[in-house]
């Protein structure tokens, strides 16, 4: 997201910037500090909401992916069932509850993302890091292999791979990582090219460290930190991939339901029951604001440079 | 500019032949058997074993590939066994509907992202450039596949004014041609907005203010000249990515293109129409990358002379 407060002023109001008052940088800087600040709070405490009510969710409120109950299918948002219980969300074509549909797809969305930023993120890196320390022929094998899958649409790359393993958690995870770890690879080569002739390296070489020690200690650390902004910007991506391959039928099975495929079931009940393609559609956007809006206001306040990656 | 010609030509034969090689590969060293995956799991023996041979796979690998390149070369996918004819033939008839959604979704987002970022970018900080970056906002984080579900209930089955899908006149393009635009519109919108906020302080812009020009004509005269040059690059290669969005707008429409039928065709198991729709996607989106460095490289001569 761009952040308005730190562009320059148009000339509508140019009188001002040409003629600051000395107090007036200062002051800028503070109230951008602080809004960076505030959205980084507020998207926090969204991601916290979600995690939480992915984690306990389901413990509260059963969701069993094979249960039916044809007595209370397509019931509106708030209906009081026969069991006992009010449905929030309305309940679904086999009168499931929506909500607790919600609570473990979330469960499942969360699960497949941060699965696939540890597999793509420790696939990239590695490969970013022997691109970017060794070089050579190796850098150039990579690099190209990135720029080949960048030049083709990944969600394609995903469909196919998607289509031939099949629909199951851990075939997500694998199809996504496929088509998310250049960027990581991409971000820790241009990082380790500006590390690896640094003083504090070429002294650490000097006292006799190994290519591993060095790797280790001295470059992959200075690399965690932009790492961490790029994975959480991915973070929203992948969850959304993950919903679109769902969608069609190709990311999580049955058992485990995630939104994306919810959102699916609903399409056959526009007509008598908006709830099930909507709520949850609208609960999918807000998380995936969450993390771009964090992704950003983290990129902003520790590395604004990553801006164009 | 020959040399940088020749150099991007090769370049995206390369990246084809990459996708040729990968979905080469992925289909064979899948774990399991090709013949099972295509024939499905209550096939016979014997079935599976006649297919094998038809298929070749009892060849060895660096054989099976060969004459693979050759099919590809010709342009030869085998048959559709559901429709029995050339599959890629099948894929081709669907194409033209695939790129009328294409351009109606690129001319959509460059109208609406080009204006909305010039007003983000007159009304800078002001109540219009906080409603255009919000929107830019939701347009990149809402799934298309939602928001064209969304528009289905909103505007065909609630006010009844569209078509919920299938393929027909003006008026069945502009839901899918919207949904698809959105993510494309966002982008444009944030380019032409910081494009244009990076030269309002820019010598010749104070100069064409001097000459007493309007505001209005300093931006679309002057100031925009700035901002086009990225906003062609990335609309050249957002139109690729619109073929690749297409699959699941399509899927939401019912719209009768090549998206469609590949996600009809992974489900009837027909690989060799999936073979066919991904390599025709992938061809178009290499040409259309080829045109635009092409492009760029005319319009920027800095380009082809850096490397």
Same mark, same amino acid.
């Given at each position: 997201?761009?952040?308005?407060?730190?562009?320059?002023?148009?000339?509508?109001?140019?009188?001002?910037?040409?003629?600051?008052?000395?107090?007036?940088?200062?002051?800028?800087?503070?109230?951008?500090?602080?809004?960076?600040?505030?959205?980084?709070?507020?998207?926090?405490?969204?991601?916290?909401?979600?995690?939480?009510?992915?984690?306990?969710?389901?413990?509260?409120?059963?969701?069993?992916?094979?249960?039916?109950?044809?007595?209370?299918?397509?019931?509106?948002?708030?209906?009081?069932?026969?069991?006992?219980?009010?449905?929030?969300?309305?309940?679904?074509?086999?009168?499931?509850?929506?909500?607790?549909?919600?609570?473990?797809?979330?469960?499942?969305?969360?699960?497949?993302?941060?699965?696939?930023?540890?597999?793509?993120?420790?696939?990239?890196?590695?490969?970013?890091?022997?691109?970017?320390?060794?070089?050579?022929?190796?850098?150039?094998?990579?690099?190209?292999?990135?720029?080949?899958?960048?030049?083709?649409?990944?969600?394609?790359?995903?469909?196919?791979?998607?289509?031939?393993?099949?629909?199951?958690?851990?075939?997500?995870?694998?199809?996504?990582?496929?088509?998310?770890?250049?960027?990581?690879?991409?971000?820790?080569?241009?990082?380790?090219?500006?590390?690896?002739?640094?003083?504090?390296?070429?002294?650490?070489?000097?006292?006799?460290?190994?290519?591993?020690?060095?790797?280790?200690?001295?470059?992959?650390?200075?690399?965690?930190?932009?790492?961490?902004?790029?994975?959480?910007?991915?973070?929203?991506?992948?969850?959304?991939?993950?919903?679109?391959?769902?969608?069609?039928?190709?990311?999580?099975?049955?058992?485990?339901?995630?939104?994306?495929?919810?959102?699916?079931?609903?399409?056959?009940?526009?007509?008598?029951?908006?709830?099930?393609?909507?709520?949850?559609?609208?609960?999918?956007?807000?998380?995936?604001?969450?993390?771009?809006?964090?992704?950003?206001?983290?990129?902003?306040?520790?590395?604004?440079?990553?801006?164009?990656? | 500019?020959?040399?940088?010609?020749?150099?991007?030509?090769?370049?995206?034969?390369?990246?084809?032949?990459?996708?040729?090689?990968?979905?080469?590969?992925?289909?064979?060293?899948?774990?399991?058997?090709?013949?099972?995956?295509?024939?499905?799991?209550?096939?016979?023996?014997?079935?599976?074993?006649?297919?094998?041979?038809?298929?070749?796979?009892?060849?060895?690998?660096?054989?099976?590939?060969?004459?693979?390149?050759?099919?590809?070369?010709?342009?030869?996918?085998?048959?559709?066994?559901?429709?029995?004819?050339?599959?890629?033939?099948?894929?081709?008839?669907?194409?033209?509907?695939?790129?009328?959604?294409?351009?109606?979704?690129?001319?959509?987002?460059?109208?609406?992202?080009?204006?909305?970022?010039?007003?983000?970018?007159?009304?800078?900080?002001?109540?219009?450039?906080?409603?255009?970056?919000?929107?830019?906002?939701?347009?990149?984080?809402?799934?298309?596949?939602?928001?064209?579900?969304?528009?289905?209930?909103?505007?065909?089955?609630?006010?009844?004014?569209?078509?919920?899908?299938?393929?027909?006149?003006?008026?069945?393009?502009? #839901?899918?041609? *919207?949904?698809? $635009? /959105?993510?494309? =519109?966002?982008?444009?919108?944030? @380019?032409?907005?910081?494009? &244009? +906020?990076?030269?309002?302080?820019?010598?010749?812009?104070?100069?064409?203010?001097?000459?007493?020009?309007?505001?209005?004509?300093?931006?679309? #005269?002057?100031? *925009?000249?700035? $901002? /086009?040059?990225? =906003?062609?690059?990335?609309?050249? @290669?957002?139109?690729?990515? &619109? +073929?690749?969005?297409?699959?699941?707008?399509?899927?939401?429409?019912?719209?009768?293109?090549?998206?469609?039928?590949?996600?009809?065709?992974?489900?009837?198991?027909?690989?060799?129409?999936?073979?066919?729709?991904?390599?025709?996607?992938?061809?178009?989106?290499?040409?259309?990358?080829?045109?635009?460095?092409?492009?760029?490289?005319?319009?920027?001569?800095?380009?082809?002379?850096?490397?």
């Amino acid at each position: 997201m761009d952040r308005p407060t730190e562009q320059v002023l148009p000339r509508n109001d140019s009188k001002a910037a040409d003629n600051p008052t000395p107090s007036d940088p200062p002051v800028a800087a503070r109230t951008r500090v602080k809004i960076g600040r505030l959205r980084i709070i507020a998207s926090l405490s969204v991601i916290a909401l979600y995690v939480v009510a992915a984690v306990i969710g389901p413990i509260l409120l059963k969701y069993d992916p094979v249960a039916t109950d044809l007595g209370s299918r397509l019931k509106p948002p708030g209906t009081l069932l026969p069991s006992g219980h009010t449905a929030i969300f309305g309940t679904d074509q086999v009168g499931q509850d929506v909500l607790a549909q919600m609570l473990q797809g979330a469960r499942v969305s969360i699960t497949v993302g941060l699965a696939t930023l540890v597999l793509a993120g420790v696939i990239g890196v590695a490969a970013g890091i022997a691109a970017g320390y060794f070089g050579g022929w190796l850098d150039t094998v990579l690099m190209r292999l990135a720029d080949v899958q960048l030049t083709f649409p990944s969600i394609l790359l995903a469909i196919f791979i998607a289509s031939i393993l099949g629909p199951s958690v851990v075939n997500v995870v694998i199809v996504l990582s496929i088509s998310n770890w250049v960027t990581f690879a991409r971000v820790t080569r241009s990082q380790v090219l500006g590390l690896k002739n640094r003083d504090f390296v070429d002294a650490t070489r000097t006292l006799g460290a190994r290519t591993w020690h060095l790797v280790t200690r001295s470059i992959l650390p200075s690399v965690i930190a932009p790492i961490l902004v790029v994975a959480t910007v991915e973070l929203g991506h992948v969850i959304l991939a993950e919903a679109s391959l769902s969608f069609l039928g190709l990311g999580t099975p049955a058992s485990t339901p995630s939104w994306g495929m919810t959102i699916a079931n609903g399409r056959d009940y526009l007509s008598n029951a908006w709830w099930i393609s909507t709520i949850p559609g609208i609960g999918l956007a807000i998380l995936v604001i969450g993390f771009g809006v964090l992704g950003d206001a983290l990129r902003d306040r520790f590395d604004p440079r990553l801006r164009s990656m | 500019m020959t040399a940088y010609l020749f150099r991007r030509t090769l370049f995206a034969v390369f990246v084809l032949w990459g996708a040729v090689t990968v979905v080469f590969l992925v289909l064979r060293l899948v774990p399991g058997d090709p013949a099972q995956l295509i024939l499905g799991s209550d096939a016979t023996q014997d079935e599976i074993a006649r297919l094998r041979e038809q298929m070749g796979l009892n060849r060895p690998l660096v054989v099976q590939y060969g004459i693979y390149l050759g099919d590809v070369v010709r342009f030869d996918f085998g048959d559709s066994y559901r429709y029995h004819s050339d599959a890629m033939g099948l894929v081709m008839g669907r194409f033209p509907l695939t790129l009328q959604l294409a351009v109606v979704a690129m001319v959509i987002g460059l109208v609406l992202g080009i204006s909305l970022g010039v007003v983000g970018a007159l009304r800078v900080n002001r109540l219009a450039d906080r409603v255009v970056s919000v929107f830019a906002l939701l347009s990149q984080s809402m799934p298309s596949f939602w928001i064209g579900i969304m528009f289905i209930l909103v505007f065909a089955r609630q006010l009844h004014w569209l078509a919920s899908g299938g393929h027909g006149g003006f008026d069945r393009l502009v #839901l899918p041609g *919207i949904t698809l $635009a /959105l993510p494309l =519109i966002a982008i444009l919108i944030r @380019l032409t907005r910081s494009g &244009l +906020l990076d030269v309002v302080h820019e010598n010749y812009i104070q100069t064409a203010r001097a000459k007493g020009l309007s505001e209005r004509l300093v931006i679309f #005269l002057h100031a *925009i000249r700035n $901002a /086009l040059i990225p =906003i062609v690059t990335v609309a050249g @290669l957002e139109f690729g990515k &619109l +073929l690749g969005g297409a699959v699941i707008v399509e899927t939401v429409f019912s719209w009768p293109g090549v998206g469609r039928l590949l996600i009809d065709s992974i489900s009837a198991r027909d690989y060799n129409v999936v073979q066919a729709a991904i390599l025709l996607i992938a061809c178009g989106f290499v040409l259309i990358n080829l045109v635009v460095d092409v492009l760029y490289g005319y319009l920027d001569p800095r380009i082809r002379l850096g490397r």
